[in-house]
């Protein structure tokens, strides 16, 4: 099993969607001791990916109902509360949609830390808004501290 | 009986893309029957022109996340008819393997994620993982194996970067390929016999209406990769002409185009081929198929499910097949193919060719012309688009006998009919919500 990870997912096409993946390609310049990924649109391959390391730190952009680039960080019970509260599309299959199904699964999610970024807009435009793009470096140091 | 019903399902789930079912029912009369496509057109085509031949297969790939190594085989297949290239027997190996790997991936995708819950009576997947973590486990373990065969083989999942015009740029060790063995074996021996089981069990809706069922049809092989095209009502049709079976028309409801036979529409996809090809079936999914007592020919569309369950033991089958193929000739480095990234492509005079490749929904048709280095013009024709007459005919036929039945009842069969397809909305754009109007 290899150490910690961490992963960025989201569309870099839909605004604040790419935060996750503009954070991992800013710490892939780093000498980080984690490993980096971008996970882009993962499906239920990250559920093989959190089994196969030890920690897991995930950064996204989500609807926590607070002002634009607000940072909120879950994990453990946080994390689970959040699985049960949020309402699923039957579309779409988000990170959190496959969490969800690895917590049925009974897979150990209590090595997963999900660093989300309240967006401002999912437009289709490739920036970020000025709000999330200003959290960057903050949302970084949250990431380090998890991982270093 | 004379009832007014009007069945309105926006935006129907769990299919690939946005479509809606309209359904308007006056007096037991059956007045409007529409699959709405409302997904943005995408334009691959005239994205298309003017780019340089070689490129092609990597951005048509980019139609599909589910199908790209499906659009990179036909569209590799279209260019080397163009310009006259007969890639050697390694490489057409190999594309069969990830042509076939994808196929599995995509059935299992549907027939576990999209079509089970109906069978359970929960809306989707997630809460069938809480009830049924087996079921879950298991078509994510398929679906795993799938996914690294493409992987793999093709360089990377799901958007093939390895499969070139005439080549590989990197294939596979036989390290490599002897892993990959073993693994499909075992899902062979340990997870098909509980997914046989599990679909032997369910009971599908009882609805026949026999329709035109087009697929390749090859004389060695259960087609995929190469054949001509056949149609149950009107025969064999060559890849070249396939304008004479397919017409492609504008309809106002659809953003995707209808691509329908001359005279009606025609169904493509897991039970065409199975109508078709049934006798070319591997032993154990011809097993399947008796087991599961789908028997050609078949004219329930929604057993196109079942033909799924059926081709995915076939894929398992044939891949343990062309990987031993492939081991018992012994992987030869050789000429690395033309990739879209070379800046010395052979230029050629007014060429024009067509890659027709089955697809996990059916027949997919690529056609260029090409000048010099870039092509000039392009159609692609997905399979989801020749579907989509047929699913309305379907209702058509569907409705006036359910009309008895309670209004949920009614939009419950739709959206299972039309999923039974497993439509690509995304990519026939160019559709799922019931809307009873």
Known sequence: MSKALVLGVGNTLRGDDGVGVRVVEELKKENLKAKVMNGANLGFSLLDIIRDHQKVVIVDAVDMGQPAGCIGSFQGEKLLSLLEDRKFSLHEMGILEVLKVGYQLQEDLSKVILIGVQPRSLDSIEKLSPEVENKISEVIAWVKKEVE | ?437
């Not at chain 2, 890639?87 to 059935?107: D, F, G, M, N, Y």
């Not at chain 2, 990739?339 to 490749?357: C, F, T």
Request: aromatic share 8%; charged share 25%.
């Open chain 2, 1 to 437: 009986m004379s009832r007014d019903i009007s069945v309105n399902v926006h935006h129907v789930a769990r299919v690939e893309g946005h479509g809606n079912i309209i359904i308007d029912v006056r007096n037991g009369e059956l007045k409007k029957v529409e699959l709405q496509i409302v997904e943005s057109p995408r334009f691959f085509e005239a994205m298309l022109k003017g780019r340089r031949y070689a490129e092609a297969p990597q951005i048509t790939a980019r139609i599909c996340g589910i199908c790209a190594v499906g659009h990179t085989t036909s569209s590799l297949r279209a260019i080397e008819d163009a310009l006259g290239i007969e890639p050697s027997e390694q490489t057409v190996l190999l594309r069969k393997v990830a042509l076939e790997a994808e196929i599995l991936q995509s059935h299992v995708l549907h027939y576990y994620f999209l079509v089970a819950p109906d069978f359970f009576d929960v809306p989707s997947v997630i809460p069938l993982a809480a009830t049924q973590p087996e079921v879950v486990k298991r078509a994510l373990r398929l679906k795993r194996l799938a996914d690294d065969i493409i992987g793999m083989v093709a360089g990377r999942h799901p958007h093939p970067i390895a499969m070139v015009v005439n080549g590989f740029t990197r294939i596979p060790t036989e390290a490599e390929l002897k892993e990959l063995l073993a693994r499909i074996k075992q899902a062979l021996a340990e997870d098909i016999p509980p997914t046989l089981e599990l679909f032997a069990s369910l009971n599908f809706p009882k609805f026949e209406r026999k329709t035109d069922y087009v697929a390749l049809k090859h004389p060695k092989e259960y087609a995929f990769y190469d054949g001509i095209i056949f149609s149950t009502e009107t025969g064999e049709v060559r890849h070249r002409d396939y304008k004479n079976k397919v017409r492609e028309e504008i309809v106002l409801h659809s953003t995707a185009k209808h691509a329908k036979g001359p005279f009606k529409p025609y169904q493509v996809g897991a039970l065409a081929r199975f109508n078709i090809n049934s006798e070319k079936l591997m032993p154990k999914a011809k097993e399947a198929a008796r087991q599961l007592n789908l028997v050609a020919p078949c004219y329930n569309p929604y057993y196109i499910t079942v033909a799924q369950v059926v081709e995915s033991v076939h894929n398992l089958e044939n891949m343990v097949f062309l990987i031993e193929e492939l081991l018992r000739r012994g992987l030869k480095e050789e000429n690395q193919g033309l990739a879209g990234w070379q800046s010395d492509l052979p230029k050629v005079e007014k060429r024009w060719g067509v890659g027709a490749v089955e697809v996990p929904r059916g027949i997919l048709f690529h056609e260029y012309r090409i000048h010099e280095t870039s092509v000039v013009w392009a159609n692609c024709v997905i399979p989801t688009a020749q579907n989509l007459a047929n699913i309305e005919d379907d209702m058509r036929a569907l409705v006036p006998t359910i009309l008895d039945k309670p209004k949920e009842e009614i939009t419950k069969l739709l959206e299972m009919l039309v999923r039974a397809y497993d439509p690509c909305i995304s990519c026939s754009v160019h559709m799922l919500k019931v809307d009873f109007v």
